[in-house]
């Protein structure tokens, strides 16, 4: 099946840091969707991208859909203690019916004071 | 509007019991997963119903698994006998639309300890 390699595993970072993390895919995605979870919750939508090359911002969020449809990239900027959790990447192919998602592993996020 | 509700939050059983999980899906919402997170890896499909029907369950482990979605509202997952590799966190998601991609809202998770 497919997969994403989702780095890094996990990351420590000073609040008002930037942070940058990436998904790679041997195959190509339709559409390419970033998560958080927080502890005890279900993953929540952050961005989604739907076009090849696409940039789109969510407050402090950057993401972008790689222009070969295999990568992402979810930069956080000015980080703040509220972004802790683990971020995920899913990438969707919506050939015929198959809408199912695929993540990476995920990375975990810790942001000290 | 509500989101995706998952019941029960937590469940401990052990090896060789059965166990049921439920969802309730954003009213409205034709689409309904089902997702599992074993051991802090990857979020893994294991089915998508459309409406009542199932469409695909490509992602389910083993014959274990049984999810149903009479009536195409709310849908429960039962797992029987249980082994202790089904331990792990249970996802339930739902969008709504026929075609194309459609974002997907999780629910809160079923954490299942079989022990």
């Known amino acids: 099946g497919q997969q994403l390699n989702q780095s890094p595993q996990s990351m420590f970072i000073q609040e008002g840091e930037d942070v940058s993390m990436n998904c790679t895919s041997s195959?190509?995605?339709?559409?390419w969707l970033w998560y958080k979870q927080d502890p005890g919750e279900g993953p929540v939508l952050l961005i989604a991208?739907?076009?090849?090359?696409e940039l789109t911002s969510n407050g402090r969020l950057t993401a972008q859909f790689g222009i070969t449809r295999k990568d992402s990239f979810l930069n956080i900027s000015a980080s703040i203690p509220s972004d802790v959790g683990i971020y995920f990447c899913?990438?969707?192919?919506?050939?015929?019916?198959?809408?199912?998602?695929?993540f990476g592993s995920g990375t975990q996020l810790t942001v000290l004071p | 509007e509500a989101g995706v509700t998952q019941f029960p939050s937590h469940s401990v059983i052990e090896k060789g019991q059965t166990v049921t999980l439920r969802c309730d899906p954003i009213?409205?919402?034709?689409?309904l997963y089902w997702y599992r997170r074993v051991m802090g890896k990857e979020i893994k499909f294991l089915l998508h119903?459309?409406?009542?029907?199932?469409?695909?369950e490509s992602g389910m482990p083993n014959n274990r698994f049984l999810a149903e979605r009479t009536g195409g509202t709310y849908s429960t997952l039962k797992v029987q006998p249980a082994e202790l590799e089904d331990s792990g966190v249970y996802f339930c998601?739902?969008?709504?639309?026929?075609?194309?991609?459609?974002?997907?809202?999780f629910g809160p998770g079923t954490r299942l300890t079989v022990t």
């Open positions: 998601a739902s969008s709504q639309g026929s075609g194309g991609a459609h974002e997907q809202y």
């Open positions: 991208l739907y076009k090849a090359g």
């Open positions: 009213s409205g919402h034709d689409n």
């Open positions: 195959s190509i995605f339709n559409t």
């Open positions: 119903f459309v409406k009542e029907s199932k469409q695909d």
């Open positions: 899913a990438g969707q192919d919506e050939d015929g019916s198959a809408r199912q998602l695929t």
